[in-house]
């Protein structure tokens, strides 16, 4: 079994929600990138999740909403928009912080379990996953899932240790 095959089956995504969200991006010409646990999977050795969070470029957020609202259940949150479909279990979070604004700019194509798509830089991904760690809104279970991206990410690319803050190390060893 292909990793596309393997994935499709573990999200049970017999609706086509992610092959039609990013049919629906490339047409349109909105520019996006995979960011989060999907984006460490390209980089470093992948670990199943049921989430593919992306980012919009910033001036395309509110043209991707639309879009996305003929067609998908798009919920929107302070500083997300969930889409999803019955059919799939699936979960698209599209980050609209702007923080993450520059990320589709630095972007590259790679492999995310069996298909190519823009993936944020790996020193964004770092940077990314050190916010995500830091937010005491997130479920401490996420948190500690952001750590060990981040350790992941560290023993391959050892060199992006200077992006990690020192509490961050501190709670890695």
């Given at each position: 079994m292909d990793a596309f095959t393997f994935w499709k089956t573990v999200t049970m995504d017999g609706a086509d929600l992610l092959e039609r969200v990013i049919a629906l991006l490339t047409d349109h010409g909105i520019q996006f990138c995979i960011i989060g646990d999907q984006a460490v999977n390209a980089y470093v050795e992948p670990l199943v999740s049921l989430d593919l969070d992306m980012v919009v470029a910033?001036?395309?957020?509110?043209?991707?909403?639309a879009l996305l609202a003929d067609q998908f259940v798009v919920k929107s949150f302070p500083?997300?928009?969930?889409?999803?479909l019955p059919g799939s279990d699936l979960r698209i979070q599209i980050q609209t912080d702007p923080r993450y604004g520059d990320f589709v700019y630095h972007a590259t194509p790679r492999r995310v379990l069996g298909l190519l798509f823009p993936v944020a830089d790996v020193e964004d991904v770092m940077r990314g996953k050190v916010w995500a760690a830091q937010d005491p809104r997130r479920r401490p279970s996420k948190r500690q899932k952001d750590l060990a991206d981040i350790a992941r990410l560290l023993e391959t690319y050892p060199e992006l240790e200077p992006l990690v803050p020192s509490d961050i190390r501190t709670r890695l060893l």
């Open positions: 910033v001036d395309q957020i509110a043209q991707a909403e500083h997300s928009l969930n889409v999803a």
